[in-house]
């Protein structure tokens, strides 16, 4: 059996999703509630149209599509059926459209005649996707399952508990949303409940999206950015990881909310603490912000020799991504942060303390701040291979994502995270919040255009001309000569 080609489709959905729906309704979102405008009927519609559409149409069919291409190959077997990966698409993209359409107008017409079926081709939309994660969720599992080697490869079994949990916070997460659509179609309302959809919300960011990028960091970042290759317990963080989750998300299901307030959200609390520190200790043993080891076997790349010229200091390439690096640590620096507010926040809950930081900062630190830049950076770093071509077409337009995504996580979350004190003290900082607040959507847009268009034109170059023996770098001067082996996947 061959390896599948990569399927392209998964990345231009979520871009399209992300430019179209996602990051518009965000930057919409935000200048209302930044500047105070009158918020108007379904606006709370539109939160949870932006919610969604940013957590399954970009983050998640963006690693529907890296991890058809990238699991496979680390279980050395073959997708048993890679023709299921445009059926995945053909369901996702119908599904993702009417939610985004019906989510939007659906409260402007609470005493239209059409109310009714459009609310139900809104829940139509859950199932869609559901059938949708279902394929996608089923055909992962046949490949890991097919492989005979799994246990004679450290290289997966280290990571599996991650994927896992991935595996089972997808099928948790699409049987939520669709009971949550047909509850809100039965009850002819324009929005999901909104307990529920907190916990949803929270299923799949703890199940889905960060231990799938922990999975991706541990395999991928070694190769990429010259760092020794793990030595440490990744299994056995998983499992620490899992239970700080089970604590934190659990008890906040509907159901058990009510009961035993205190208890709780003492239960809670520590989940919460224990789920900031074994990030805290994840982010420290990957190495990547403190560099603090040796470097791994990729430390034979930086060394130049008689025919490889030498690569950018401490990095095994020429520069030919651009300084792909940087969205990387931007990504890594957040989401320690992030952790480090859960483990404040937790601490003080159980010394009977309360810091005041706002959940939606914390939430946008892991899903602006960490996911969104760790999708810019592996997007340019992985997918000109995966595309079969050897650079990206821009390395001003790389920069260009790093500065604009930069600036709109700082803009979205630090006006949150500002004391009230300092507005009373210094005036002119409100405005200021406010402003920086109201644009960050808008930054967040352009971020995601620039990389959009830079995969773009990396797509649309010839082949020939990019992958000939003599190419020049984006950054520094034209080079001849071998390219790295770090490219590994590609
Ligand atoms: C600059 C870009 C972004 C802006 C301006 C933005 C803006 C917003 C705003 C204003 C809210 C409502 C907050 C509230 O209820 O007080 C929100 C909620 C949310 N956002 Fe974002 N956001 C951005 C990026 C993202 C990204 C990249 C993701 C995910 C990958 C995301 C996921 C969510 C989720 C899950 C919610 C909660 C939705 C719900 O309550 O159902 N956002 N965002």
Redesign the pocket.
């Known amino acids: 059996m061959q390896y599948a080609e990569f399927h392209s489709g998964f990345i231009w959905t979520s871009l399209t999703t992300a430019i179209l729906g ?2 518009a309704f ?2 919409y ?2 200048v209302v ?1 930044g500047y105070g405008l009158p918020a108007g009927q379904g606006f709370y519609a539109l ?2 149209t ?3 559409l ?2 399954v149409g ?2 998640g069919v963006f690693i529907m599509g890296i991890s058809l291409h990238f699991i496979p190959r680390l279980a050395s077997f073959p997708l048993p059926h890679p023709e299921r990966m445009s059926r995945i698409l053909w369901l996702m993209i119908p599904g993702l459209l009417l939610r985004a359409v019906g989510g939007t107008v659906l409260a402007s017409l609470e005493d239209s005649p059409i109310f009714v079926p459009l609310s139900w081709l809104v829940g139509a939309s859950g199932l869609l996707e559901g059938g949708a994660i279902v394929l996608y969720v089923s055909l992962l599992m046949e490949t890991v399952r097919g492989s005979h080697a799994v246990r004679r490869l450290p290289a997966l079994s280290a990571v599996k508990p991650y994927f896992g949990m991935m595996a089972v916070g997808w099928v948790l997460y699409a049987c939520l949303n669709l009971f949550l659509l047909l509850h809100m179609a039965l009850n002819s309302t324009s929005t999901v409940d ?1 307990a529920w ?2 916990f949803a ?1 929270q299923i799949f ?1 703890s199940l889905v ?1 960060l231990p799938v990028a922990f999975a991706l960091s541990v395999r991928l970042f070694p190769l990429y950015l010259a760092l020794p290759a793990p030595d440490w317990p990744v299994h056995g963080t998983a499992y620490v990881y899992l239970l700080a989750i089970l604590l934190q998300v659990v008890p906040t299901a509907p159901p058990l909310a009510g009961l035993a307030p205190e208890a709780i959200r003492s239960v809670v609390a520590l989940g919460t603490l224990l789920k900031g520190g074994v990030i805290l200790w994840f982010v420290w043993q990957l190495d990547l912000l403190t560099r603090r080891r040796p470097l791994g076997r990729q430390a034979r790349f930086l060394e130049p020799g008689p025919d490889r010229p030498p690569t950018r200091p401490g990095l095994p390439d020429y520069g030919e991504f651009g300084r792909f690096e940087r969205l990387v640590y931007a990504a890594y620096t957040w989401l320690a942060l992030a952790a480090f507010g859960e483990l404040l926040g937790g601490a003080a809950i159980l010394l009977g303390y309360s810091i005041p930081i706002a959940t ?1 900062a914390i ?2 630190m892991y ?2 701040g960490f ?2 830049h760790l999708v810019f950076g592996a997007s340019v770093r992985m997918l000109p291979g995966f595309m079969r071509r050897k650079r990206v077409a821009s390395a001003a337009l790389v920069d260009a994502t790093f500065w604009l995504g930069s600036a ?2 700082v803009c ?1 979350v630090v006006p949150l995270l500002s004391p009230s004190w300092l507005f009373d003290l210094l005036p002119a900082s409100g405005v200021l919040a406010q402003t920086s607040f109201a644009i ?2 808008l ?3 352009g971020a995601v255009l620039c990389l959009a268009m830079n995969l773009r034109q990396t797509a649309d170059a010839p082949m020939k001309q990019l992958s000939g023996h003599h190419w020049t770098t984006p950054i520094g001067h034209p080079r001849s000569g071998q390219r790295p082996e770090g490219g590994g996947l590609s």
């Open positions: 996602g990051f965000g930057a979102l935000a509630i939160i949870q932006h919610g969604h940013q957590l970009w983050a909104p959809n907190e919300v960011v999206l939606d939430r946008h899903l602006l996911i969104t709109a996580a979205r960050s959507g930054l967040g847009w």
